[in-house]
């Protein structure tokens, strides 16, 4: 039975993998986004993973086939510890490609590690998604308030922002750019930022169709 139930899971989270990566909407779905990481990603490379709604996705969704290649803190759930994390990665693993994943709230607690990054030539990839609300706080109060407020706030032009550290900068403007993109910047030297916008109208329907799974257990 407990293997029965593991590929089961294996097939349910392929599939949903599967039909991610088909998808050409934009602003992306989480799905296509954590798709194109594990195309980018060699099974060596690390991918470190911040709190927020990115963090249910990830987790859920991004296979792993060897120890410590994807990172998250589960237990205390430190918002922004994602691009620190990448940096000590990057320190204590020079020979693999290294990318923090954060959202945009996140990123912008932190992003001042960028200076750092570049000043003492660490090699990394941050991909930020943008949706520009905390949006794990929001469907929480959708969820038990039916509405929420007061979780919106605005972003600065994270490639000009890139640019001022010295950083390399990327806004992926439609869902096939993401892929190549990371694919170039985790090939190169230096810093890179990319920012992506990402369609978090997903969260409520995956609490519907982990809902109905539930049920039918």
């Known amino acids: 039975m407990p293997r029965r139930f593991s590929n089961g899971r294996h097939a349910l989270r392929d599939a949903e993998l599967g039909a991610g990566e088909a998808d050409p909407a934009f602003p992306l779905k989480p799905q296509h986004i954590v798709a194109d990481i594990r195309k980018a990603m060699g099974d060596d490379d690390i991918v470190l993973v911040d709190t927020g709604a990115l963090k249910m996705w990830l987790a859920r969704l991004y296979p792993t086939s060897r120890p410590l290649t994807c990172l998250i803190s589960n237990d205390l759930s430190t918002m922004a510890f994602a691009l620190p994390g990448a940096l000590g990665a990057r320190l204590a693993c020079p020979d693999r490609h290294v990318l923090a994943v954060t959202g945009d709230a996140g990123f912008l607690m932190n992003s001042q590690e960028i200076e750092t990054a570049v000043r003492e030539q660490i090699p990394l990839v941050v991909l930020v998604w943008l949706d520009e609300a905390y949006s794990l706080i929001e469907r929480k109060m959708d969820l038990e308030l039916g509405h929420h407020l007061q979780a919106d706030f605005g972003n600065p032009d994270f490639v000009t922002y890139a640019h001022s550290f010295g950083a390399k900068g990327y806004r992926i403007a439609q869902a096939d750019e993401l892929l190549p993109t990371l694919r170039r910047t985790l090939a ?19 609490t519907d169709r982990l809902g109905q799974l539930t049920m039918a257990l």
Do not use: T
């Not at 190169?188 to 995956?206: K, Q, T």
């Open 188 to 206: 190169e030297d230096g810093v890179s930022i990319i920012a992506c916008p990402v369609d978090y109208a997903e969260n409520m329907r995956l």
